[in-house]
């Protein structure tokens, strides 16, 4: 099988736009300017950004600038279509994350007689579609989608993209760290100790000037005082990671400050646990994600069952705050997303 490699021509582009992409870019790294220059790379009709939630429900989109149409689905329309019917969206909820297009699935022919095609591409006058998302759980997926209306995309696009993939989730994660330090100076004076973020704000000479009180209290459980003054002195990039049992800190440097969180432990659930306990996240009964997912009820409730002993709860609402964490098991009206029905 051959091996596609990329032109000096390309390689110069993306090395260019990789040392420029961060300026085009601010509290979110990705903006309508970026995405103009994605285009340079990646030439296409339409680029888009998006982030869906399954928990609250929330898409955040960001198109290109001089896109030609607005998209206008409603965000049911699109996670079901996008997730559950595209050929690409399945397999993001098997963790494959590569740059993938709707022709590596599908001829024309095809693609034609499906539901997707109607619904989420024909139209709008799409024919071929490519996408590569940053590597993120099924809770919060973060896409870049390239369509055309003509002109098949190639193994030169598909490879620029997943060179593209590992500096672009250094741009996400690099402005969620802007976001979450700026939240976390805004909140320090009204911190407890028992929150899993804290802030550690260092002077001139690298001391310590203000330690949150979460920031204390992580110090003193996980102990990293020789790892930590190492890693300081390196002037290292990389986050520090300190574990304690199955307990993790990681310790980020933004400037002249430290950002500390606590995170929990992974948990391995399959590919179909993750789509019902994400459907669970949005409220609906096992009737109804039984329909949804083309499975007889007693097996989406067999699928909760393992569920339940994988992470150790007895309720449906307690496994949605396990696997997803505490982002919203309220809607934007207060009501309860999680069914009543365990």
């Not at 928990?55 to 699109?78: I, K, Q, W």
């Not at 574990?243 to 606590?262: K, P, Q, S, Y």
Request: proline share 4%; glycine share 8%.
């Amino acid at each position: 099988m051959a091996v596609s490699v990329l032109a000096r021509g390309d390689a110069e582009r993306l090395l260019r736009f990789v040392g420029e992409a961060e300026s085009l870019g601010g509290d979110h790294p990705v903006t309508g300017d970026l995405l103009v220059e994605l285009g340079r790379l990646v030439e296409a009709d339409w680029i888009n950004y998006q982030e869906h939630d399954c928990v609250p429900r929330h898409l955040f989109e960001v198109e290109r600038t001089d896109n030609p149409c607005d998209y206008n689905e409603s965000f049911e329309d699109f996670f079901v279509v996008e997730l559950y019917e595209s050929p690409i969206g399945q397999r993001r909820l098997q963790g494959d994350f590569r740059a993938l297009r709707v022709s590596d699935f599908f001829t024309q022919r095809e693609l034609h007689r499906t539901h997707f095609y109607e619904v989420a591409l024909r139209p709008f006058g799409i024919e071929h579609e490519l996408e590569v998302d940053i590597p993120s759980p099924p809770s919060h997926m973060k896409t870049f989608q390239f369509a055309r209306a003509e002109g098949a995309f190639s193994e030169r696009d598909r490879l620029v993209l997943d060179l593209l993939q590992p500096h672009l989730g250094r741009l996400w994660r690099a402005a969620r760290t802007r976001r979450e330090l700026a939240a976390a100076l805004t909140g320090l004076d009204h911190a407890e100790a028992r929150e899993s973020r804290g802030v550690i704000l260092l002077g001139a000479r690298g001391e310590v000037e203000y330690a949150s009180e979460p920031a204390r209290r992580l110090l003193r459980e996980f102990a990293p005082d020789a790892t930590l003054v190492d890693w300081l002195e390196s002037g290292s990039r990389r986050p520090l990671v300190h574990r304690l049992g199955e307990r993790r800190l990681i310790i980020e440097r933004v400037g002249d400050a430290l950002l500390l969180e606590e995170t929990r432990p992974e948990v391995d659930l399959t590919a179909r646990e993750r789509e019902v306990l994400t459907w669970v996240a949005r409220g609906k009964t096992n009737a109804e994600i039984a329909r949804l997912l083309w499975l007889a009820p007693s097996t989406v409730a067999k699928h909760l069952e393992n569920v339940y002993a994988k992470l150790n709860v007895k309720t449906r609402t307690a496994a949605v705050a396990r696997f997803l964490g505490p982002i919203g098991l309220e809607g934007g009206d207060g009501e309860s997303i999680v069914s009543a029905q365990n």
